[in-house]
């Protein structure tokens, strides 16, 4: 039998100043996983059940998926990623329908609660976009799915950061942002990117490469 529990901790950064950068809530031990990374449509082969993943959900690297908000017409696609954990980026609470998935599938959460602030008014938050990019880039939580709201502009910029971690040239980040971003596509989320300092990640994991296939 399965126990299942709930797990709050806080985060803090470097300079130790007690302030909350992440929730994280564990719901429920890991099952076994096993991934399959097919160039198919997203249907079952032996039922024929149609699945339907979050908006603009896309692969970022093996092991590393991105989105929009998941609802519960996306759980069985969700299913099939056989995720770990999960990255959200939004401020308020996760549903309670959620919540109940994440626990059902021993889904660990990672919540950092950046505000999806309108142009001129954008302020991004450095040091929770480098709390998400540590959770990200650890491979013992992975497979690993990063959202927001409509996966544009947070989990773009994070996923920027991520690129650049990868050294990909800005031109093929931005690239990259616009393709999800779109008519909506933001010049402080991009000035953010190009300005974000990479340099204090040190001993990035091996496995850490579009070119190569993840692990367990």
Not at 168 to 193: G, H, N, P
């Amino acid at each position: 039998m399965m126990m299942k529990f709930q797990q709050q901790e806080e985060l803090e950064n470097g300079g130790g100043n007690g302030g909350r950068l992440c929730t994280i809530t564990e719901v429920a031990p890991p099952r076994q996983l096993k991934l399959s990374f097919r160039g198919e449509s997203f249907e079952e082969a032996a039922g024929g059940e149609l699945f339907t993943p979050p908006l603009n959900f896309a692969m970022v690297d093996y092991g590393i998926f991105r989105s929009g908000f998941p609802d519960s017409a996306n759980f069985p696609f969700l299913e099939t990623l056989c995720l770990r954990s999960i990255v959200y980026l939004c401020p308020e609470p996760y549903p309670d329908a959620n919540v109940e998935f994440l626990r059902s599938n021993g889904i660990q959460l990672f919540q950092f609660g950046i505000e999806g602030y309108k142009e001129p008014f954008v302020n991004i938050p450095e040091d929770k976009i480098r709390e998400a990019l540590k959770v990200a880039i650890d491979v013992k939580n992975r497979p690993l799915l990063i959202h927001c709201k409509r996966g544009k502009h947070r989990t773009g910029c994070v996923v920027g950061c991520l690129r650049k971690l990868q050294r990909w040239c800005l031109t093929s980040v931005f690239d990259e942002y616009q393709r999800f971003a779109a008519a909506k596509a933001r010049v402080s989320d991009q000035r953010f990117i190009e300005l974000f300092d990479v340099s204090s990640f040190k001993n990035l994991p091996k496995s850490f490469s579009i070119s190569k296939r993840y692990n367990q």
